[in-house]
């Protein structure tokens, strides 16, 4: 019996210690990271990690987080982090997200996950549609169509450095560093305690 | 890039012709037949049925990229690279680096490798024994065989952790938490080092057993983690309002935030230097209370004036005394027959009054320097001048802000920003005619003219009516009125100098609708300008007047505790305005827009106008620290009140700016207004009354000496008389205190650094337009062999 307690115990820290060596946020919010994963379907996720059981939730769970539930890209911002390319995080992505969005994750990390985040039909580029949608979205679709290509092509006449009409990578993070409180501040949230939850209920 | 793409590049017979081509006499040619090559392609970009074929064609095994997607990647008109129909080409580009960055799991491990080993050899050079003799010399640092792209993902993984454990932990860790993995894999990573730093190690833990005192060792260390992390969680209560800040910039944003921030800086700064003050003047003075006693009552009428009961209290200079407390030889006259436990400490109160004062101050200037740098070097950017349209689009979004009416209005300010900068570029496109210029210029000369005057003419008018209130303080002093309707009569005054302040503000926002500047950035910043000027020109007036004495304070024999009085009642008043004007500005005009006309346009947090508040106040605190010690307390009260109230009313009665601000280059901003005019002003305004003005000769802990300074001239003399030893003290004192050729020397050292940060920022904006260049041409060659390759594979495919 002592042998078994033993491993079990030891599995545990290891796991958790290597999560935790993983995760940029503050450390006490790892903690709630696994509350509020497990209360968003409590039949399906075990209370247990150790065994690193295969248990995914789909997109929609996700997206009505409250945290996320009014932002215009959350759709694109658990795709970024799902594996599988569908939207369904298992606890590990689910994890990563908390961990690049928050404040403390290193700047080329978050650039990488605000590139995915904007290419909507991830080739790698922001071309003209991928900043179509993505005007469509920041405005709520206030903008009219010839406003919208206008500020497409000035934004893509800015920014495109090697002239193949598209943002690539090395675009976009030359232009995002230009707005350094961007990344740090903006691209960032918090996982709330319950009583967030309750507050956002009531706007 | 785990395996070489399997194509193998024939090059026909027929490609003479194409040599023939590439001769750099015939480049020219070559190249603007390409850019007609690219104008057909991109015409024909119809031909999305023949790439569905290709979307397998992006060949990589470890690829994470959903298969769907990549189809419609490939039928975008209008650009450059449409290839129809050729897979190897297509399989060729999708495993270029450029396409595979945060995408191919074994590409990012070879990339974090190469970091990794790049920042060991930067670090340590190779040793002799490690290199091989065939290579050349400057090859030899470069592991060659251990090339990591043709290596599969699990020597990858083992090469990348190998060469993590060479780093420091530090590094490492850093290392580990920016490579774009997903958890899974750097999990695996992580149980990779470990099994690389210790073979036996982690096996040893799983397998047996392992001793008893291994066992408590391991569950102390848990219980130690255990209490750290509860103490971590702790620590946000222990932080002051950490979930209101939370609440208010998941609202309104992180402008209205840095307001807020701002706020709770400028309360960190007067409680760090009350508790210097209190620790070593106040608390020691309160021990050993002066003879006589305080004759009068305590009303609650002192809490506005400041007058009265407060006079003869430890919140003005003329309380603490000058003598040497404790002094042994003062109760060896005595005569006192119990000699004392310990042998008492004498503290000399003057010297430590001036001594805290200076290093509270020089502890405050230090503080802002620094938190100047640092915000500063968080937002500038060298070579960042265009671009705004970009970063608008990608960089507005504030991901904080969760709920549902704010993200619309957030939406909506997005949308009107863009449009303005749309106008604006409009405008800019089309100039305009002379005539206009002429008559934008005239407006704007006569805008300027017009606040400069109103500035001018407050400043009179303040001095006039000070004048007069002085002359009817002469009347009621020689009537013997009551004592309320003298201390009323003191109250004026710092009534309408902050009437003025609130009112003006109001004046110059009319002022800059009719102005109607070209972009909303200039506008705040003239406002914040306008503002600035006409309070520290009244500030610099009022300073004028305590310190010549002609006006206010003449007949008084303690004029230090007069001083104090007057900045403690304009401060008062201060707090008194900013609470009306959050009432009637914000309560009453959104009551009024609710009920009488019917909008849900709630008034605006007004950002500038708040901060330059808080400015105001703070300068008033520093400008009174010398004359009364315990304002620095007055305003920390004063500070944590308005949190509240600026708080309850932005969450009952306000909406979010319109205006864009972005909130690290606005934190740099308000903390260079309050270093340069407000902390700099005030340190003049101390150093001159410290340095050159006579203190009064019955009060305070100056009293009979010259000036403030000489009470450090007469301590030196008493050091050099009592042990000669120190003489190098009084040495430093002479040759680089009271000399100004340090000074000059000081001066000019600050300036040679300045010169040469800025041939520093110069050589990197040159540098940046040199690398912008290069990359473009990089661009060109790109595109130019890729168009190449294309047309080499339908060569070969014709010939084949």
Redesign the interface.
């Known amino acids: 019996l002592p042998c078994r307690i033993n491993k079990a115990f030891w599995q545990q820290r290891e796991c958790i210690q290597e999560c935790r060596d993983a995760f940029a946020g503050i450390r006490k919010n790892f903690l709630r990271l696994h509350g509020r994963y497990h209360e968003m379907a409590p039949n399906v996720v075990p209370m247990d990690y150790t065994k690193d059981p295969d248990v995914k939730l789909p997109m929609q769970l996700i997206i009505n987080m409250p945290e996320l539930k009014e932002n215009p890209f959350k759709e694109r911002i658990v795709e970024s982090f799902s594996e599988d390319g569908e939207g369904s995080l298992s606890f590990n992505d689910f994890v990563d997200m908390f961990s690049v969005l928050s404040e403390m994750a290193p700047r080329e990390l978050k650039a990488i996950y605000a590139f995915k985040i904007y290419d909507f039909n991830t080739d790698n580029f922001i071309c003209k549609a991928d900043l179509e949608k993505t005007l469509n979205k920041l405005t709520r679709e206030e903008l009219t169509a010839e406003e919208i290509t206008l500020v497409c092509e000035k934004v893509i006449e800015e920014a495109d450095m090697d002239g193949d009409g598209k943002l690539g990578f090395a675009d976009f993070e030359n232009m995002i560093s230009k707005a350094p409180d961007f990344l740090r501040y903006s691209l960032s949230f918090h996982i709330g305690t319950k009583i967030t939850v309750f507050a956002c209920k009531y706007t | 890039m785990s395996q070489p793409p399997p194509f193998t590049l024939h090059v026909s017979e027929d490609t003479e012709s194409d040599n023939q081509e590439l001769s750099p006499d015939n480049e020219g040619a070559l190249h603007t037949s390409f850019r007609q090559l690219i104008q057909e392609q991109s015409s024909l970009a119809e031909a999305g049925t023949e790439l569905e074929l290709q979307e397998r064609g992006r060949g990589h095994p470890a690829h ?3 298969p769907d ?2 189809a ?2 490939w039928l ?1 008109p ?4 449409q290839h129809p129909g050729d897979s190897t080409t297509l399989r060729i580009l999708a495993s270029m680096p ?6 191919s799991r074994g590409a990012i491990i070879s990339q974090y490798y190469n970091r990794t080993a790049r920042l060991r050899r930067r670090s340590s050079r190779p040793s002799l024994q490690q290199l091989s003799r065939a290579a050349r010399p400057s090859l030899r640092q470069y592991d060659l065989e251990t090339d990591p792209a043709r290596a599969t993902l699990e020597d990858k993984r083992s090469l990348l952790a190998k060469e993590l454990l060479s780093l420091s932990p530090s590094q490492r ?2 290392m ?5 993995l ?3 894999e ?2 695996a990573l ?2 990779e080092l470990n099994e690389q730093r210790s073979p036996l190690g ?1 096996r040893a ?2 397998a047996a ?2 001793s008893p005192c291994g ?1 408590s060792k391991d569950y102390v260390a ?1 219980g130690c983690r255990h209490l750290w ?1 509860r103490l ?2 702790l620590l946000p209560a222990a932080q002051p309002w950490h ?1 209101a800040l ?2 208010i910039g ?1 609202r309104f944003g ?1 402008s209205v935030l840095s307001y807020f921030l701002f706020l709770k800086t400028l309360l960190m700064f007067n409680v760090f230097s009350f508790l210097i003050l209190l620790v070593f003047v106040v608390a020691l003075q309160a021990a050993y209370p002066p003879a006589k006693a305080n004759q009068q009552s305590f009303t609650g009428f002192e809490l506005l004036t400041g007058a009265g009961y407060f006079t003869h209290s430890l919140l003005y200079y003329g309380y603490y005394g000058n003598i040497t407390l404790n002094d042994p030889s003062a109760s060896s006259l005595s005569g006192s027959v119990a000699a004392p436990a310990a042998p008492p400490l004498p503290y000399n109160m003057p010297l430590a009054y001036l001594f805290t004062v200076g290093v509270s101050f020089f502890a405050t200037c230090i503080l802002l320097v620094y938190s100047m740098y640092h915000s500063f070097g ?2 500038y ?1 060298v070579g ?1 001048s ?2 705004d ?3 608008k ?13 704010s ?2 209005l957030q ?2 300010n ?2 009107t920003q ?2 303005e900068l ?1 106008a604006e ?1 409009r405008s800019r496109s089309c100039p305009l005619s002379l005539c206009q210029r002429l008559g934008r210029v005239a407006v704007l000369l006569l805008a300027w003219v017009l606040s400069l005057s109103t500035v001018l003419g407050c400043v009179v008018a303040v001095h006039y009516f000070s004048e007069h209130m002085h002359a009817v303080q002469q009347e009621h002093r020689a009537l013997a009125g009551s004592s309320w309707q003298r201390e009323g009569i003191l109250l004026v005054l710092p009534l309408t100098v902050s009437l003025l302040n609130t009112l003006m503000p109001h004046l110059y926002n009319l002022l800059a609708t009719w102005e109607r500047q070209d972009s909303p950035e200039v506008e705040v910043y003239v406002a914040i300008c306008r503002n600035l000027l006409l309070k520290m020109v009244v500030l610099g007036l009022l300073c004028y007047q305590w310190l010549s004495r002609r006006v206010v304070c003449s007949y008084e024999e303690c004029w230090e505790t007069c001083v104090g009085q007057d900045l403690y009642r304009f401060m008062v008043m201060d707090f008194v305005f900013t609470l009306l004007d959050t009432i009637f500005g914000e309560l009453v005009w959104r009551l009024i827009s609710e009920k009488r006309l019917k909008s849900k346009q709630r008034p605006e947090f007004d950002i500038a106008r708040n901060v330059l508040e808080l400015i105001y106040g703070q300068t008033l605190t520093w400008l009174g620290v010398l004359f009364a010690p315990l304002l620095s307390a007055v305003q920390v009260l004063k500070l944590l009140l308005l949190f509240y109230i600026k708080k309850t009313s932005l969450m009952q009665n306000c909406q979010a700016p319109s205006k864009p601000w ?3 280059r606005m934190r740099t901003v308000f903390i260079t207004l309050l270093c340069f005019p407000s902390f700099l002003g005030t340190a003049v305004f101390i150093s001159y009354t410290i340095w050159s003005v006579k203190p009064s000769e019955t009060c305070g802990p100056f009293q009979g000496l010259e000036t403030i300074y000489k009470s450090v001239n007469v301590w030196a003399k008493l050091l050099e008389k009592s042990s000669p030893n120190i003489t190098w003290l009084t040495w430093l004192h002479q040759y680089l205190v009271e000399n100004t050729f340090f000074l000059f020397f000081l001066s000019g050292v600050l300036l040679a650094v300045t010169y040469f940060n800025i041939q520093v920022v110069r050589g990197q904006q040159r540098i940046i337009c040199l690398l ?1 260049e290069q ?2 041409n ?3 060659d ?2 130019f062999l890729i168009h190449k390759l294309h047309s080499i594979c339908k060569q070969k495919e014709r010939c084949a």
Do not use: M, N
């Not at chain 2, 209008?78 to 690279?81: I, N, P, R, S, Y």
């Not at chain 2, 979004?397 to 709920?403: A, E, R, S, Y």
């Open positions: 994470l990229a959903p997607a990549s419609s990647a975008e209008g650009q450059g690279e450029s396409r595979t960055i945060g995408r860790s850093h580990l938490l920016s490579v774009p997903s958890l899974a750097k999990r992580r149980r982690l833990h799983h057993a392992p066992w848990l992390y971590l969680a979930y939370k609440q998941g992180s968080e937002s950017r960042s265009a671009g349209l970009a970063i689009v990608f960089c507005a979004w504030d991901f904080k802000v969760i709920q549902r009416r993200v619309k939406c909506e997005i949308c863009l449009k749309l570029r972005q909130a690290s912008k990359i473009a990089e661009g060109e790109k595109i």
